[in-house]
């Protein structure tokens, strides 16, 4: 109803005008209500589909630590920051499994202030720094008591695409040729997504189930042999392990860090 004052307003009252004018300043109107109504289903439609989803309950992040990494696989990351709303799907993920895994953090029951989010209730955010400078977003899942966690490793980039490319630092103008491999580039590492989606060490042991940073239901089914299955990126020195096929990502996905195609 503002919307329609304010129109209302850019136009001379029926007084000022003869009776043409009038009637076409009630048609310009009536048009440029119908405008109004369309852009606001649109939006609504919009945020049905792209902004509203169910959050994913406790229970889901306390099954099986594979279990949750693969189906992962098209649920969403939304993080609801003062700078705006980021989302993304997620199109790769890999389980790190407690006192059993080398690769793990918390091998061999290893617990310290670092790790201690691992072992209390599942669907926290767990989350540490590489090479002094990349942060890694993981969620702790499993059982209490157990240290297990998964990854995210890549998104997909879905809403709020321009505020994730002013903080990765790049200039994305869609119109141009390198346009798609910039996008492709915003989310395609855990570094460059946890960047992109504004997460830091500040968000280490927050509950993803709350509103502020979560995990969301997918817009679209993902069939598990839509899911490649391979060993984890980047962990040589775990020894056997690295050789634990315990990384999952979309076949044919172009935003997976390294894509698999079939």
Not at 91 to 103: F, I, L, Q
Not at 175 to 196: F, H, I, V
Request: hydrophobic fraction near 35%; aromatic fraction near 10%; proline fraction near 5%.
């Amino acid at each position: 109803m503002l919307l329609k004052q304010r129109f209302e307003g850019i136009f001379p009252s029926s007084k000022t005008l003869g009776s043409t004018n009038s009637q076409n300043r009630k048609i310009r109107c009536q048009k440029i209500y119908l405008l109004i109504d369309y852009i606001q289903h649109k939006k609504r439609e919009f945020q049905r589909m792209y902004i509203s989803k169910p959050k994913l309950r406790r229970s889901f992040y306390c099954q099986d630590t594979l279990t949750v990494a693969r189906e992962l696989i098209g649920k969403r990351l939304a993080h609801r920051s003062l700078d705006g709303l980021t989302l993304g799907e997620i199109v790769e993920t890999e389980a790190y499994v407690g006192p059993s895994d080398p690769a793990s953090h918390a091998y061999q029951g290893r617990r310290t202030a670092r790790t201690e989010v691992q072992f209390g209730p599942k669907g926290h955010a767990y989350i540490y720094l590489v090479h002094g400078k990349n942060y890694c977003f993981n969620i702790t899942t499993g059982r209490i008591g157990c240290p297990e966690v998964v990854l995210i490793r890549a998104l997909r980039p879905l809403y709020g695409i321009e505020l994730m490319a002013k903080r990765r630092g790049i200039r994305l103008d869609m119109s141009s040729y390198s346009a798609e491999e910039k996008l492709r580039n915003l989310c395609n590492g855990p570094g460059k997504l946890c960047q992109a989606m504004g997460i830091t060490k500040e968000f280490h042991g927050i509950d993803v189930c709350g509103d502020i940073l979560c995990l969301e239901k997918g817009d679209r089914q993902i069939l598990p042999n839509d899911v490649a299955i391979t060993p984890r990126i980047g962990i040589d020195y775990a020894g056997e392990a690295k050789y634990y096929p315990w990384r999952h990502c979309q076949y044919d996905c172009i935003f997976v860090s390294r894509p698999i195609f079939r």
